[in-house]
C-alpha cells in the first residue's frame, strides 16, 4: 500500500484526545499487521483507550508510536482536518505530523521488510494517550511489563537530520490560595487578597526564569548545536534560552468572589519546564517558602533526561539518517516532553526521529511531506536491517 494512503486513512479516523478513544485506529493496525503475517496483542480500558503490541517480532529494539491527536476545529483549515487529504506532495490534516505520520511510516517499514523476506527485529507499539501523560499508554505498558528494557525509537517529528536524544523535564502544579476577605474599597490597608498572593508567587517564578543552571560542557555543546538546529526549524529567537532556562506558563488562574470583595481564593495551574542543571525538589520547596498562603494540591514532575549520544541507538540512527539523507547528522535536545521520560525511567535508551512540518505542530493546517514519510520509512527499516547484525 503506498504510504501517503496509510498516512491519510490513519488521519481520517478520528482519535483526539480528549476523551481519548483509539479503539478503531488501533484495529486498523491490527488488521494491517494481520496482512503482513504479523502478530499483535491488543489492551483496551473501559473509555476505549486501546493499545497494540506486536507479536513474534524481533525483541532488539522497540519502535513506538502515539495514534491519539490533540482536537481540532474546523474553522481556517484549508482541507477539513480529518479528511486526510493528500495534495501538493503533502498528506493533511490532524495528527499528520503528530504522529500519525510517523507511524504511518513505521508501518511502511514493516511491509517493505516483509516483502523482503528479512526480519521485522522491532517489537512494536502504538499507544492510546501520549497527549494526556500515558497513564492508558506506554505507562500502562510498562506497569504491566508487557515492553522490556531495550533501545527504542520514539517515531516522533524531528527535523530530517537531527534525531532527538533528550527533553527538558517538566513541573505542573496545582495551588490554591487563601485570603482573608474584606471590603474591596478598603484593600490593601484592610485584607488580604488570595488573587494577590497568586500574582505574588508567579513574580517569583519570573525570577526564577532568569537564573542560569550549570551544565557539563558536553551536555553545553549540545545544548548551543541543538539551539541552531531549532531557531532555524520554528523560526524563533533566542531559542538558547529556552533550553537552558526554567520556563513557566500560569495556564489556568481562577478566583475572587465579586469585584467588591477582597479575594478570598484563587486557584492557580502552573507548568514549568525544567532544564538540566536545575533540581525539581528544591524548585517545588522554593516555590512552597514563596507562597505561604498558598499550597501546593497536587503535582506531577519529570526531571530533564538524555540518551548517551555516544550509546549504538544513537550511532545507528545517525548512520541511517546520513545514508538516506546525506550529512551532516547530529542527535539533539528539545524543550518539549514525550512518552521518552517513562521509558528512560524504566531503563531504556530512547530516541525520536520522525517525519513532520513541525511548525504546523498541534495548529491548522497540519501536513507532512510525502517524501519525508517515504525517507523515515527507509530509515526506520535500515534501522532493522543494522540490530539484525549484532557487530553493528
Known amino acids: ?7 491519510s486513512e490513519l488521519i481520517a479516523i478520528k482519535s483526539e484526545n480528549p476523551p481519548g ?7 486498523y493496525i491490527r488488521t494491517f499487521f494481520d496482512t503482513l503475517g504479523i502478530g499483535s496483542k491488543i489492551t483496551t480500558t473501559k473509555r476505549g483507550h486501546s493499545n497494540l503490541i506486536t507479536t513474534g517480532t524481533g525483541n532488539l529494539l522497540l519502535f513506538c508510536g502515539h495514534v491519539d491527536v490533540v482536537p481540532a476545529l474546523d474553522d481556517g483549515w484549508t482541507y477539513p482536518p480529518f479528511s486526510g487529504t493528500i495534495r501538493d506532495g503533502y498528506v493533511w490534516g490532524r495528527g499528520a505530523t503528530d504522529m500519525k505520520g510517523g507511524c504511518a511510516s513505521l508501518l511502511a517499514a514493516c511491509q517493505v521488510l516483509v516483502e523482503q523476506d528479512k526480519n521485522v527485529t522491532a517489537t512494536c507499539a502504538f499507544v492510546c494517550d501520549e497527549e ?11 506497569a504491566k511489563k508487557m515492553i522490556k528494557p531495550t533501545d527504542c525509537l520514539i517515531a516522533e517529528p524531528t527535523p530530517v537530520k537531527n534525531p532527538s536524544i533528550g527533553q527538558k523535564g517538566l513541573c505542573r502544579l496545582e495551588m ?29 517564578v519570573k525570577e526564577l ?9 558536553r551536555l553545553a555543546e549540545i545544548i548551543d548545536r541543538s539551539s541552531d538546529v531549532l531557531e532555524d526549524e520554528f523560526k524563533i529567537h533566542n531559542v ?14 481562577k478566583g475572587g468572589e465579586k469585584s467588591n470583595v477582597v479575594a478570598q481564593h484563587c486557584d492557580l495551574e502552573l507548568e514549568l519546564r525544567v532544564p538540566w542543571g536545575c533540581s525539581i525538589p528544591e524548585l517545588i520547596s522554593g516555590i512552597s517558602s514563596r507562597a505561604p498562603n498558598g499550597k501546593i494540591i497536587s503535582q506531577t514532575t ?17 548512520n541511517e539518517v546520513e545514508r538516506v539523507h546525506g550529512g551532516p547528522v547530529f542527535p539533539i535536545v528539545q524543550w518539549a516532553a514525550s512518552d521518552a521520560r ?17 511548525s504546523t505542530l498541534h495548529a491548522v493546517n497540519e501536513r507532512v511531506k510525502i517524501d519525508d514519510l517515504n525517507k523515515a520509512s527507509e530509515v526506520y527499516a535500515g534501522i532493522m536491517t543494522a540490530y539484525a547484525t549484532k557487530d553493528t
Not at 240 to 253: A, E, T
Open 132 to 142: 494526556t501523560g500515558g497513564n492508558d499508554g506506554v505507562r500502562h505498558l510498562l
Open 176 to 204: 490554591k490560595f487563601t485570603g482573608t476577605p474584606a471590603h474591596g474599597s478598603l484593600y490593601p490597608a484592610v485584607g488580604v487578597s488570595a488573587v494577590m498572593e497568586a500574582m505574588s508567587l508567579l513574580e517569583y
Open 209 to 217: 526564569h532568569d537564573l542560569d543552571y550549570p551544565v557539563d560542557d
Open 21 to 27: 478513544r483509539t479503539t478503531e485506529v488501533i484495529e
Open 342 to 358: 517513562h521509558l528512560r525511567l524504566w531503563g531504556f535508551n530512547v530516541i525520536q526521529y520522525g517525519p513532520g512540518e513541525i
Open 240 to 253: 538558547s534560552d529556552v533550553l537552558k532556562k526554567l520556563m513557566y506558563n500560569p495556564g489556568v488562574i
Open 1 to 7: 500500500m503506498d504510504i501517503s494512503r496509510i498516512c
Open 302 to 318: 519529570h526531571d530533564p533526561s538524555m540518551t548517551d549520544p555516544s550509546c549504538r541507538l544513537v550511532t545507528v540512527t545517525c
